[in-house]
Structures are given as C-alpha cells and as structure tokens.
C-alpha cells in the first residue's frame, strides 16, 4: 500500500494548519477503508470504516478524499459539515 506522505494540509479559507485523524485506503477490491483516531485529555477514540462499492455513501466518501486507486492511501481530515449541502 503507498501511503501519501502528507501530515498536515492548509485550510483553504482560514489558512489554519489542519492535522490528520486518520488514515484511509483503497482494497483491491475497490472498496475504502477508513481508520480514524482521537484523543481529548483521558479519552480515546478510535473507528474503523468500511465502505463497499454499494454503500450509499460510498462516492461522496471517495469525492472527498480526492479519489483513491487500489492500494493507495491517503490521510483523512476532519470533515466541515457545515460545507455539507
């Protein structure tokens, strides 16, 4: 698996750094996986995702990570819902 060597990215309209919360990548057989990880004081949280070609959420998931080919990985972001339409 390649691993996109970004740790952090630029927000686009308040130019605040952002880091990751996770990772997310691309089976063989097309369907994305998503790890994601957090931390506030004592508590940890932690989930894995997996999105099949089926799943209803399955292109927004992609569109967001800016597409994914087998294999591929790439660092997951925190998600602005308010951008959500």
Same mark, same amino acid.
């Given at each position: 698996?390649?691993?996109?060597?970004? *740790? &952090?990215?630029?927000?686009?309209?308040?130019? %605040?750094?952002?880091?990751?919360? $996770?990772? +997310?990548? /691309?089976?063989?057989? *097309? &369907?994305?996986?998503?790890?994601?990880?957090? %931390?506030?004081?004592?508590?940890? $949280?932690? +989930?894995? /995702?997996?999105?099949?070609?089926?799943?209803?959420?399955?292109?927004?998931?992609?569109?967001?990570?800016?597409?994914?080919?087998?294999?591929?990985?790439?660092?997951?972001?925190?998600?602005?819902?308010?951008?959500?339409?």
């Amino acid at each position: 698996m390649m691993i996109d060597q970004e *740790q &952090s990215r630029m927000n686009e309209t308040s130019g %605040e750094e952002k880091t990751p919360i $996770g990772v +997310a990548w /691309m089976e063989e057989d *097309q &369907s994305i996986v998503v790890r994601i990880r957090t %931390e506030r004081g004592e508590t940890l $949280g932690e +989930a894995n /995702m997996l999105f099949t070609t089926k799943h209803p959420q399955y292109q927004k998931v992609l569109s967001y990570l800016g597409g994914l080919v087998p294999e591929e990985a790439k660092s997951v972001f925190q998600w602005d819902f308010s951008l959500t339409p």
